[in-house]
C-alpha cells in the first residue's frame, strides 16, 4: 500500500473546529475536494484532490478501490482521529478500510455523495407547499451511487450544526455532521449501511454555541417503545394495500346522505391479554374489527395513534406525528390493521392533533434552539390548559408540517377521516385565557386569522388529493360554517361535533324523572340548530372519565332505572338527527369510568342487563343503516319533523324523521316510569305500522310492555297529522315504528 503524498493544507482552526464538532460546513472540509484554491483553505497542490475522513477511534485508515483494493494509507494529521490524503487528478472511486481496536473494516464514506434534495424539493419547501414533505425529510432508506444506507434530512434552520447519533457511531455527534442547504434551513447526509430499524436521534448545537438535549425526528415513520424516545430508521410503510374496490367506494360511505355510526376506540384499553399485556395491531385486527363489524358500526374511531411518551396523555400529547406507535407494533401491522377494517367494509377515522404539542426535551419544543415550530410569545405559544406548546401556523414551514403529515396518514395508511382535536382552541386567540392572557389578531380581534387559512387550506388539500375521505372538527363553540365548503366562506371540514347536543341531553338524562319536566327544552334546544352544520353526536371519551362516571352511571334511579333510561336516551340518539358516535364500554354499559391502564369489563355480558344494552345498540345500528328516513337527511331541516314536543309534564317526545322519497320513521319517547296506556299520537301516513324498536323490549332487559308489534293508523288526523293511533307508552322507554 502506497503511503500518503504531500501536506495537507487545512488551517488548525478548522481542524479543531471539525474534531471538537463545532464545524458548521463539514462537507466543505471531509470527502474529496480540488486541492487548487478551493475548500476552506489555501489548497493550491496543483492539479489534485484532496481526501479526508473523520475516524476518531480509528488507528490506521486507508483508501481501498471499489473491489477493496489496497490505494494508499492515509496521513494522521490531528491526533484526535482526522485523517488526510492528496492524490494526483480527481479522487478515484474509493472505499475506506478502517482499523480499530485490532479490527479492520471496510466503510463507504458519507461526505463522497452529494445532496439528497433535489432543485424542485428546495423550491416546493422554501414556499410551504411541498403536499409529500415526508418523502424527502426524515429518514429513507435508499441507494446512492450503487451503496445502499439511509438519507436523512431535518428542518432546523438557526442550529450552528447538527449530526446524526446511533449505535453506528457511538452517539458520537462529531462523527457524522450533516451538510446545511442553507436555502431552506434543512440539514441533510447520506450514511452508508445503516440498516432497517436502527435507532437514532438528532445532536443540535444551538445559534448561541449551545449544546441541545438529543431530538428525536420530527418526520421519524417509526420510534422505539415508550418510555425509549430515539426514532428508528423504517421509510415509508411498505404494506401492500387491497383495499382497492372500499377506497372507490368510501366517498359514498362519508357522505352525509349515508348511515355514519362511529365506534370510538382507545386500541391500548379496549379489551388485553392475560397479565393486562397490550394486544398488537394483528390481535386488534382480528378481534375489534369483527366486533364492530357484528355491532353494526359503520366506522371505528381510533383515538391518536401518533407516537406519545405519555400514556396518559391517551396520545394527545404526540411527538412523533409520522410514526404509529410501537406500543402496539410495527407501521406494517398499522397498516394491515386499516386494511383488515376494508376488507370487513369498515371505515377508520383517526384522532388527528394539529393544535399543541408536549414540552418533553427530545421532541419540538425549541427544536433549533428558537422556538421553531411554536410561538415565542407565551400568550401564542402555550396552553394553559395543557400545559403544552402551540404550533406557529403563521410560519410557512410548520403549517406545510403539518398539512404533510395529513395527507401522510391519508395516503400512506388509507385512512378514511380525519377527525380533528381541539378545534375550538385553534380558532380563538383567547381560548381559555384571561384578559390580558392573549395577542389579538392583525385586526385587533380574537379570531385566529392563520388557523382559519390552515383550516381552509388542509380542506382543500384533501379534497384535490384524497377525494372521499372525511374530515370531522371536534369545535365546541359557534363559529360559523365549520363544516361548510370553503367556496363558501366555511372552513371545509365534512362534519362537526355536537358538543351542544351532548352536553344538553346528557344534562336531561341525569335529572330525576319527576323533575324531567322542567327541563324539557334540554332534548328540544338542539333542534333549533341542528342543521346548521353538518353534525355528529358524540359520546365520546370525555363524557366518561376525569370523575365524570359512565354513561350508565349518569341515569338516575335504580338499577332497572338506569339501563331502561339509556336504552331510551340510545334510541333518541340513534334516531336523532346527526350521524352517531359511541365510546367503547357505552354499547354494554360499562359500569365503572374508563381508565387507559385496563381492559373494558367485558365480563358484565354475562349479566342480561348489559347484553340487552349490546343487543339493543346492535339492532339501532342495524335500523339505521337500513331505514333511509333515519339517514338520508341527517343534515337538512327537510328530514325533521316534530309530531308533538309539548308534552312536557308526561315528559312525552314524538318526531318523524323522513327519506328523501318522503318515507317516515317515527319515533316516540316516554322518559317516565309510568306506562301511559291509550296514548293517542298523529302519524304522516296510514295503514299498518311496525314497532322497529321497542326499548322495553324483555330481550333488552325491559318490562316487555308492548303494541303487538304491528299496529294501524286511523285516518282521523291529530298533532297537525293526517292520521292517528294510539299506542301504549312503555315506561322509560322509546318506541320507532315505520310502515309496515
Given at each position: 500500500m502506497a503511503e500518503p503524498r504531500g501536506a495537507d493544507p487545512l488551517l488548525p482552526q478548522a481542524a479543531e473546529a471539525l474534531v471538537s464538532g463545532r464545524h458548521a460546513d463539514p462537507f466543505a472540509i471531509l470527502g474529496p475536494h480540488r486541492a487548487h484554491g478551493g475548500g476552506t483553505a489555501q489548497e493550491a497542490a496543483g492539479a489534485a484532490t484532496v481526501i479526508r475522513v473523520f475516524k476518531p477511534h480509528a488507528e490506521h485508515v486507508a483508501l481501498v478501490d471499489m473491489h477493496d483494493a489496497p490505494i494508499a494509507s492515509m496521513a494522521r494529521i490531528h491526533p484526535d482521529g482526522l485523517f488526510s490524503i492528496l492524490v494526483d487528478g480527481e479522487a478515484p472511486p474509493y472505499r475506506l478500510s478502517v482499523t480499530a481496536g485490532g479490527t479492520t473494516c471496510i466503510e463507504d464514506d458519507p461526505y463522497r455523495f452529494g445532496p439528497l434534495l433535489g432543485d424542485l424539493d428546495i423550491h416546493l419547501i422554501g414556499e410551504g407547499a411541498h403536499k409529500r414533505l415526508y418523502e424527502r425529510l426524515g429518514a429513507h432508506p435508499i441507494r446512492m451511487e450503487g451503496v445502499e444506507g439511509v438519507g436523512f434530512a431535518v428542518w432546523a434552520p438557526n442550529a450552528r450544526r447538527v449530526s446524526v447519533v446511533g449505535d453506528f457511531n457511538g452517539w458520537d455527534?462529531?462523527?457524522?455532521?450533516?451538510?446545511?442547504?442553507?436555502?431552506?434551513?434543512?440539514?441533510?447526509?447520506?450514511?452508508?449501511?445503516?440498516?432497517?430499524?436502527?435507532?437514532?436521534?438528532?445532536?443540535?448545537?444551538?445559534?448561541?454555541?449551545?449544546?441541545?438535549?438529543?431530538?428525536?425526528?420530527?418526520?421519524?415513520?417509526?420510534?422505539?417503545?415508550?418510555?425509549?424516545?430515539?426514532?428508528?430508521?423504517?421509510?415509508?410503510?411498505?404494506?401492500?394495500?387491497?383495499?382497492?374496490?372500499?377506497?372507490?367506494?368510501?366517498?359514498?360511505?362519508?357522505?352525509?346522505?349515508?348511515?355514519?355510526?362511529?365506534?370510538?376506540?382507545?386500541?391500548?384499553?379496549?379489551?388485553?391479554?392475560?397479565?393486562?399485556?397490550?394486544?398488537?395491531?394483528?390481535?386488534?385486527?382480528?378481534?375489534?374489527?369483527?366486533?364492530?363489524?357484528?355491532?353494526?358500526?359503520?366506522?371505528?374511531?381510533?383515538?391518536?395513534?401518533?407516537?406519545?411518551?405519555?400514556?396518559?396523555?391517551?396520545?394527545?400529547?404526540?411527538?412523533?406525528?409520522?410514526?404509529?406507535?410501537?406500543?402496539?407494533?410495527?407501521?406494517?401491522?398499522?397498516?394491515?390493521?386499516?386494511?383488515?377494517?376494508?376488507?370487513?367494509?369498515?371505515?377508520?377515522?383517526?384522532?388527528?392533533?394539529?393544535?399543541?404539542?408536549?414540552?418533553?426535551?427530545?421532541?419540538?419544543?425549541?427544536?433549533?434552539?428558537?422556538?421553531?415550530?411554536?410561538?415565542?410569545?407565551?400568550?401564542?405559544?402555550?396552553?394553559?390548559?395543557?400545559?403544552?406548546?402551540?404550533?406557529?401556523l403563521g410560519r410557512k414551514e410548520v403549517a406545510n408540517f403539518l398539512l404533510a403529515n395529513a395527507l401522510f396518514w391519508l395516503k400512506n395508511y388509507h385512512v378514511d377521516g380525519l377527525r380533528v382535536d381541539a378545534v375550538a382552541s385553534m380558532l380563538y386567540r383567547d381560548y381559555s385565557r384571561q384578559d390580558g392572557e392573549w395577542v389579538p389578531n392583525i385586526y385587533g380581534g380574537r379570531e385566529n386569522l392563520e388557523s382559519i387559512a390552515f383550516f381552509r387550506t388542509l380542506s382543500q388539500h384533501i379534497w384535490e388529493d384524497c377525494p372521499g375521505v372525511m374530515t370531522a372538527a371536534e369545535e365546541s363553540t359557534a363559529f360559523p360554517n365549520v363544516s361548510r365548503p370553503v367556496e363558501e366562506g366555511g372552513l371545509g371540514f365534512d362534519y362537526k361535533w355536537n358538543m351542544g347536543w351532548m352536553h344538553d341531553t346528557l344534562r336531561y338524562m341525569s335529572k330525576d324523572p319527576v323533575h324531567r319536566r322542567h327541563h324539557h327544552n334540554d332534548l328540544t334546544f338542539g333542534l333549533l340548530y341542528a342543521f346548521s352544520e353538518s353534525f355528529i353526536l358524540p359520546l365520546s371519551h370525555d363524557e366518561v372519565v376525569h370523575g365524570k362516571g359512565s354513561l350508565i352511571a349518569k341515569m338516575p334511579g335504580d338499577a332497572w332505572q338506569r339501563f331502561a333510561n339509556l336504552r331510551a336516551y340510545f334510541a333518541f340518539m340513534w334516531t336523532h338527527p346527526g350521524k352517531k358516535l359511541l365510546f367503547m364500554g357505552g354499547e354494554?354499559?360499562?359500569?365503572?369510568?374508563?381508565?387507559?391502564?385496563?381492559?373494558?369489563?367485558?365480563?358484565?355480558?354475562?349479566?342480561?342487563?348489559?347484553?340487552?344494552?349490546?343487543?339493543?345498540?346492535?339492532?339501532?345500528?342495524?335500523?339505521?343503516?337500513?331505514?333511509?328516513?333515519?339517514?338520508?337527511?341527517?343534515?337538512?331541516p327537510q328530514g325533521f319533523q316534530w309530531i308533538d314536543a309539548s308534552h312536557a309534564e308526561a315528559s312525552i317526545f314524538i318526531f318523524a324523521r323522513y327519506a328523501e322519497d318522503g318515507s317516515p320513521a317515527v319515533t316516540i319517547l316516554n322518559f317516565t316510569p309510568v306506562v301511559r296506556g291509550n296514548y293517542k299520537i298523529g302519524l304522516p301516513r296510514g295503514g299498518r305500522w311496525r314497532e322497529a324498536i321497542n326499548t322495553d323490549g324483555r330481550h333488552y332487559g325491559g318490562s316487555g310492555v308492548d303494541n303487538g308489534g304491528v299496529v294501524a293508523a286511523s285516518d282521523e288526523g291529530y298533532h297537525g297529522q293526517p292520521h292517528s293511533i294510539s299506542l301504549t307508552l312503555p315506561p322509560l322507554a322509546a318506541l320507532v315504528l315505520v310502515p309496515d
Amino acid at each position: 500500500m502506497a503511503e500518503p503524498r504531500g501536506a495537507d493544507p487545512l488551517l488548525p482552526q478548522a481542524a479543531e473546529a471539525l474534531v471538537s464538532g463545532r464545524h458548521a460546513d463539514p462537507f466543505a472540509i471531509l470527502g474529496p475536494h480540488r486541492a487548487h484554491g478551493g475548500g476552506t483553505a489555501q489548497e493550491a497542490a496543483g492539479a489534485a484532490t484532496v481526501i479526508r475522513v473523520f475516524k476518531p477511534h480509528a488507528e490506521h485508515v486507508a483508501l481501498v478501490d471499489m473491489h477493496d483494493a489496497p490505494i494508499a494509507s492515509m496521513a494522521r494529521i490531528h491526533p484526535d482521529g482526522l485523517f488526510s490524503i492528496l492524490v494526483d487528478g480527481e479522487a478515484p472511486p474509493y472505499r475506506l478500510s478502517v482499523t480499530a481496536g485490532g479490527t479492520t473494516c471496510i466503510e463507504d464514506d458519507p461526505y463522497r455523495f452529494g445532496p439528497l434534495l433535489g432543485d424542485l424539493d428546495i423550491h416546493l419547501i422554501g414556499e410551504g407547499a411541498h403536499k409529500r414533505l415526508y418523502e424527502r425529510l426524515g429518514a429513507h432508506p435508499i441507494r446512492m451511487e450503487g451503496v445502499e444506507g439511509v438519507g436523512f434530512a431535518v428542518w432546523a434552520p438557526n442550529a450552528r450544526r447538527v449530526s446524526v447519533v446511533g449505535d453506528f457511531n457511538g452517539w458520537d455527534g462529531r462523527r457524522h455532521p450533516m451538510r446545511l442547504r442553507i436555502e431552506v434551513g434543512v440539514w441533510e447526509i447520506f450514511i452508508p449501511h445503516v440498516a432497517a430499524g436502527t435507532p437514532y436521534k438528532f445532536e443540535l448545537i444551538g445559534p448561541h454555541g449551545q449544546l441541545l438535549p438529543l431530538r428525536s425526528d420530527p418526520f421519524a415513520f417509526a420510534a422505539e417503545e415508550p418510555p425509549r424516545t430515539a426514532a428508528k430508521v423504517h421509510g415509508l410503510p411498505t404494506h401492500t394495500f387491497r383495499d382497492g374496490p372500499f377506497v372507490d367506494a368510501r366517498a359514498r360511505a362519508n357522505d352525509r346522505k349515508s348511515p355514519i355510526s362511529i365506534y370510538e376506540v382507545h386500541l391500548g384499553s379496549w379489551r388485553r391479554k392475560d397479565g393486562n399485556t397490550l394486544l398488537d395491531y394483528d390481535e386488534l385486527a382480528q378481534t375489534l374489527i369483527p366486533y364492530a363489524k357484528d355491532m353494526g358500526f359503520t366506522h371505528i374511531e381510533l383515538m391518536p395513534v401518533s407516537e406519545h411518551p405519555f400514556d396518559g396523555s391517551w396520545g394527545y400529547q404526540p411527538v412523533g406525528l409520522y410514526a404509529p406507535t410501537s406500543r402496539f407494533g410495527s407501521p406494517e401491522g398499522f397498516a394491515r390493521l386499516v386494511d383488515a377494517a376494508h376488507g370487513a367494509g369498515l371505515g377508520i377515522i383517526i384522532d388527528w392533533v394539529p393544535a399543541h404539542f408536549p414540552t418533553d426535551a427530545h421532541g419540538l419544543g425549541r427544536f433549533d434552539g428558537t422556538h421553531l415550530y411554536e410561538h415565542q410569545d407565551p400568550k401564542e405559544g402555550f396552553h394553559l390548559d395543557w400545559n403544552t406548546l402551540i404550533y406557529n401556523l403563521g410560519r410557512k414551514e410548520v403549517a406545510n408540517f403539518l398539512l404533510a403529515n395529513a395527507l401522510f396518514w391519508l395516503k400512506n395508511y388509507h385512512v378514511d377521516g380525519l377527525r380533528v382535536d381541539a378545534v375550538a382552541s385553534m380558532l380563538y386567540r383567547d381560548y381559555s385565557r384571561q384578559d390580558g392572557e392573549w395577542v389579538p389578531n392583525i385586526y385587533g380581534g380574537r379570531e385566529n386569522l392563520e388557523s382559519i387559512a390552515f383550516f381552509r387550506t388542509l380542506s382543500q388539500h384533501i379534497w384535490e388529493d384524497c377525494p372521499g375521505v372525511m374530515t370531522a372538527a371536534e369545535e365546541s363553540t359557534a363559529f360559523p360554517n365549520v363544516s361548510r365548503p370553503v367556496e363558501e366562506g366555511g372552513l371545509g371540514f365534512d362534519y362537526k361535533w355536537n358538543m351542544g347536543w351532548m352536553h344538553d341531553t346528557l344534562r336531561y338524562m341525569s335529572k330525576d324523572p319527576v323533575h324531567r319536566r322542567h327541563h324539557h327544552n334540554d332534548l328540544t334546544f338542539g333542534l333549533l340548530y341542528a342543521f346548521s352544520e353538518s353534525f355528529i353526536l358524540p359520546l365520546s371519551h370525555d363524557e366518561v372519565v376525569h370523575g365524570k362516571g359512565s354513561l350508565i352511571a349518569k341515569m338516575p334511579g335504580d338499577a332497572w332505572q338506569r339501563f331502561a333510561n339509556l336504552r331510551a336516551y340510545f334510541a333518541f340518539m340513534w334516531t336523532h338527527p346527526g350521524k352517531k358516535l359511541l365510546f367503547m364500554g357505552g354499547e354494554f354499559a360499562q359500569l365503572r369510568e374508563w381508565t387507559h391502564e385496563q381492559s373494558l369489563d367485558w365480563h358484565l355480558l354475562a349479566d342480561g342487563a348489559h347484553k340487552g344494552i349490546q343487543d339493543l345498540v346492535r339492532d339501532l345500528n342495524s335500523l339505521y343503516c337500513s331505514t333511509p328516513a333515519l339517514h338520508e337527511q341527517d343534515c337538512v331541516p327537510q328530514g325533521f319533523q316534530w309530531i308533538d314536543a309539548s308534552h312536557a309534564e308526561a315528559s312525552i317526545f314524538i318526531f318523524a324523521r323522513y327519506a328523501e322519497d318522503g318515507s317516515p320513521a317515527v319515533t316516540i319517547l316516554n322518559f317516565t316510569p309510568v306506562v301511559r296506556g291509550n296514548y293517542k299520537i298523529g302519524l304522516p301516513r296510514g295503514g299498518r305500522w311496525r314497532e322497529a324498536i321497542n326499548t322495553d323490549g324483555r330481550h333488552y332487559g325491559g318490562s316487555g310492555v308492548d303494541n303487538g308489534g304491528v299496529v294501524a293508523a286511523s285516518d282521523e288526523g291529530y298533532h297537525g297529522q293526517p292520521h292517528s293511533i294510539s299506542l301504549t307508552l312503555p315506561p322509560l322507554a322509546a318506541l320507532v315504528l315505520v310502515p309496515d
